[in-house]
Nanobody
Framework: QVQLVESGGGLVQAGGSLRLSCAASGTIVSFNTVGWHRQAPGKQRELVAAIFSSGRTNYADSVKGRFTISRDNVKNTVYLQMNSLQPEDTAVYYC????????????WGQGTQVTVSS
């Protein structure tokens, strides 16, 4: 069973930074696409950043230039470095793995709360 554990969230002032971690079981990080998603209250979950098994990355337009996704294959961990945080970044952040038919519904964890104050 895949296990994904998010951590690193917290309360920060606008303009601040946080680094989120997604610790995964097995070799998920190195052999699969892993993405960070976020969901704000009353809003739909959105994909923020993804890293493919090749190492290629992509980002939502709203976070380009501010967020960086990376991975450590040895630690089986994916990170999301978030800089220049703004109040609109406030959300619960989740990581997940992409399968052949999309993100695995059963892999959503508890997420980690990011709150950015103005």
């Amino acid at each position: 069973q895949v296990q994904l554990v998010e951590s690193g969230g917290g309360l920060v002032q606008a303009g601040g930074s946080l680094r989120l971690s997604c610790a995964a079981s097995g070799t998920i990080v190195s052999f699969n696409t892993v993405g960070w998603h976020r969901q704000a209250p009353g809003k739909q979950r959105e994909l923020v950043a993804a890293i493919f098994s090749s190492g290629r990355t992509n980002y939502a337009d709203s976070v380009k230039g501010r967020f960086t996704i990376s991975r450590d294959n040895v630690k089986n961990t994916v990170y999301l470095q978030m800089n220049s945080l703004q109040p609109e970044d406030t959300a619960v952040y989740y990581c997940n793995v992409r399968g052949s038919s999309g993100w695995y519904d059963g892999y959503w964890g508890q997420g980690t709360q990011v709150t950015v104050s103005s």
